[in-house]
């Protein structure tokens, strides 16, 4: 009777087993088929040409993606300036606070912001900045991409130094060092590496956001370094081209597809990185 039950118990065991294993490869291989997809039809099309060429005209066959590269790169790090300070400050303060009235207030409205939809946060940068203004640009894309950014560092930021022991804190403040030196000195720093990694994630999901910058970066064929016009980005280029009716375009929207996922991934990559080397040496 035992051996009977010990039996059906492995067994048991064995089919879940199978079945963890097997749902796990159902998340794999959609990711797997993606990729595949897109690195067979943008791979042929990228060379240097193509990654430090300007659009030809309409209907013309060749040209790059050089400006939207150089718009993206605007556009990201524009935001980031924006979203880094407060996000980092804001999630100082959370962490600090704990609980109380202003904190919950803060943490809601950071959960809220989460979840706005992207094209809505576009529309509201649009109405504050682009009507304003009269002209569309990376500035106003660059805005609303930051209000996307802006609650994943606040959150990571405040997870990652609730994490630091209060032993850290006490013996610098038992050393007389002051509390602001302490927590700009001692507390991030001891932070920075968790923090670095939240940073990666939100500039990870801002890089290949293209309904915030329909409404306001609007879009050039040329090259633009200046933030206060409008310019090209990535997705902004792989929309346009892939429901554009040229062949050519069409080919140069999965070229652009690669870039952008090849970007995305890396950003992903090294924020894990980054996060595991913390959890180890922290």
Do not use: H
């Amino acid at each position: 009777m035992i051996k009977s039950n010990t039996f059906f118990r492995v067994i048991k065991d064995r089919l879940f087993l199978c079945g963890v294993y097997f749902f796990a490869f159902l998340v794999i291989v959609p990711l797997f088929l993606v990729l595949y997809y897109i690195i067979k039809n943008g791979l042929p099309v990228i060379n240097w040409e193509f990654l430090l060429s300007l659009p030809k005209p309409m209907g013309d066959v060749g040209g790059g993606i050089v400006n939207a590269l150089a718009g993206t790169i605007m556009a990201v790090v524009t935001a980031s300036v924006f979203a880094i300070p407060v996000g980092v400050l804001t999630g100082i303060y959370l962490s600090e606070a704990g609980e109380g009235r202003l904190a919950d207030a803060v943490r809601l409205c950071a959960e809220i912001l989460q979840g706005i939809p992207s094209i809505v946060i576009g529309l509201i940068a649009y109405a504050w900045i682009v009507v304003t203004f009269g002209s569309f640009s990376v500035f106003s894309g660059s805005f609303a991409l930051a209000l996307m950014m802006l609650p994943v560092v606040v959150r990571s930021t405040e997870e990652t130094l609730k994490l630091i022991p209060n032993t850290i804190r006490e013996a610098s403040l038992a050393l007389g060092v002051s509390y602001t030196r302490t927590i700009l000195k001692v507390i991030l720093p001891s932070g920075l590496s968790g923090i670095t990694t939240g940073v990666l994630l939100g500039v990870a999901r801002i890089s290949g956001e293209t309904a915030p910058l329909l409404f306001t970066a609007f879009g050039s064929p040329y090259m633009n370094l200046n933030i206060f016009k409008p310019a090209d980005t990535l997705p902004l280029l792989i929309f346009n081209y892939a429901t554009s009716p040229y062949p050519d375009w069409q080919a140069m929207a999965w070229g652009a597809s690669l870039v952008l996922v090849f970007l995305v991934l890396t950003m992903n990559l090294l924020a894990k990185l980054i996060g595991k080397k913390w959890e180890v040496t922290f």
